[in-house]
């Protein structure tokens, strides 16, 4: 069993920058990508960012420019550095990662972070 657990989130000015964190932890895993989603009040949880094991990068097109995504060299945590943030990126941000464990490929999911953009 994979866990992942995030950090990070919080309350933040118009223009300011948070950094979320996620780290996997278990036995005997590997990663074939990571990422992280959000999901705004009355809103379906949509894509930020996501990772492949090979360094390969997605964005949505409203965090382009704005958000990097990483990961460490032992491929076991991803970030999510937010600068310029927008109101609008208020949301709970998920970490998800596509994880070979053991024998089996499976979806994970973290409990969320909260991430606040107020003034």
């Known amino acids: 069993q994979v866990q992942l657990v995030e950090s990070g989130g919080g309350l933040v000015q118009p223009g300011g920058s948070l950094r979320l964190s996620c780290g996997a932890s278990?036995?005997?895993?590997?990663?074939?990508?990571m990422g992280w989603y959000r999901q705004a009040p009355g809103k379906q949880r949509e894509l930020v960012a996501t990772?492949?094991?090979?360094?390969?990068?997605h964005y949505a097109d409203s965090v382009k420019g704005r958000f990097t995504i990483s990961i460490d060299n032992a491929k076991t945590t991803v970030y999510l550095q937010m600068n310029t943030l927008k109101p609008e990126d208020t949301a709970v941000y998920y970490c998800?990662?596509?994880?070979?464990?053991?024998?089996?490929?499976?979806?994970?999911w973290g409990q969320g972070t909260q991430v606040t953009v107020s003034s």
């Open positions: 998800y990662g596509d994880i070979l464990d053991g024998v089996h490929r499976n979806e994970y």
């Open positions: 278990g036995s005997a895993f590997g990663i074939f990508a």
């Open positions: 990772i492949t094991r090979d360094d390969a990068t």
